[in-house]
């Protein structure tokens, strides 16, 4: 379990980072990058992994790294495919904490063992999320409770980082009462505990089956008081209604993908596509600005925390009306040229 001297100094952190994420609109605040691609498992729903790809070489992450903290990046989480797989992750973890910024994982959980867990302690990780979708495994997934509950005991016994749980409902999962089963059981464990909404398999806004929306409030109140705070959104998504919202991908939240280019998150992959090498303020700047047209049906819950800080500054515009203005920015540029 966190030591209560590292759970004050990561909150006294967490303030000042959102403090500066408060008073300036122009770092980012969370990037996820990817050291792998590989994955240990094939989730049914998953279109995040491979089978076959290698790590990226530790010098290669290092220099991501380096120029993410040079953009003024808070907070790195280290994600994939499973990144429990990297042979060098300690090293990349360790270097974000070098850089000065918090270091979180997201993780299957399969490969926790004491060892592993206390090289992760001396390395300096900060925050773990570990996704769990149900209790027995099935076709769909192995994320399941009964085949982590060993290795969620030797977190519980040896790390020192927080960890979270996170379990989700809807999107047709079979049992929805295990998401608070779930819950129940990272809380008795002294993690924190999340849950998310997930459209249906079609990626359709429908609202969830009053059983399910029952479960969802129960699993609400056994969890983190301040992400459920923070994620009203998720009220509207149970509905089945869109939600209005800036979502500031590409600038304060980026992915950052095995072949080291940014997009806007792990759905909409392609866009903008650019080296993170070459990554500009410009870049970031057009990015902040640009009105996403997935919001209203988003459920990328790190995404929505991230777009709070600015939510009620700075109206976007859509990508059309942006690339217009910049073509008549051009264009006016060229008669002045021209005269
Ligand atoms: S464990 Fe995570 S990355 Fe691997 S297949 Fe499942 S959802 Fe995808
Ligand atoms: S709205 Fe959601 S899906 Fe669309 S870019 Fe933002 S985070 Fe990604």
């Not at 990272?186 to 399910?212: C, M, N, Q, R, Y």
Request: with cysteine; hydrophobic share 35%.
């Amino acid at each position: 379990m966190i030591k209560k001297s590292t759970f004050l100094k990561l909150k006294l952190r967490e303030a000042s980072f959102i403090t500066r994420g408060l008073l300036s609109s122009r770092h980012p605040v969370l990037a996820h990058l990817i050291p792998m691609r590989r994955c240990n498992l094939a989730c049914g729903y998953c279109n995040e992994y491979d089978h076959s790809s290698s790590p990226i070489p530790l010098d290669v992450m290092k220099a991501r790294i380096d120029k993410l903290a040079s953009l003024g990046t808070s907070i790195i989480t280290i994600s994939g495919g499973e990144p429990m797989m990297h042979p060098e992750l300690d090293e990349v973890i360790r270097h974000i904490r070098v850089c000065g910024m918090i270091a979180g994982l997201i993780s299957n959980g399969y490969y926790f063992t004491p060892d592993r867990i206390r090289r992760l302690n001396q390395a300096g990780l900060e925050y773990l999320q570990i996704s769990i979708d149900n209790v027995e495994p099935d076709e769909v997934s192995r994320k399941s409770l009964r085949v982590l509950e060993k290795k969620l005991r030797y977190l519980a016994e040896h790390a020192d980082f927080h960890i979270n749980i996170n379990s989700v409902i809807g999107g047709g999962i079979k049992n929805p009462q295990d998401a608070l089963v779930v819950a129940k059981r990272a809380v008795e464990l002294g993690f924190s505990s999340t849950v998310g909404v997930i459209h249906d398999g079609d990626g359709t806004l429908k609202p969830l089956s009053p059983k399910e929306k029952e479960i969802f409030q129960q699993v609400k109140k056994v969890g983190n008081k301040d992400h459920a705070r923070l994620n009203w959104f998720q009220d509207s998504i149970a509905e089945g209604k869109p939600y209005n919202w800036r979502c500031r991908a590409g600038a304060r939240y980026l992915y950052i993908c095995e072949e080291g280019l940014v997009h806007w998150c792990s759905q909409q992959r392609g866009y903008p596509g650019i080296p993170l090498a070459e990554y500009s303020m410009d870049d970031f700047d057009r990015e902040y600005n640009t009105e996403k047209w997935c919001a209203p049906t988003c459920t990328l819950q790190c995404v929505h925390q991230v777009g709070i800080l600015d939510n009620w500054r700075d109206p976007q515009k859509s990508a059309a009306q942006i690339a217009k203005e910049q073509e008549q920015k051009e264009k006016l540029g060229q008669m002045v040229g021209a005269d």
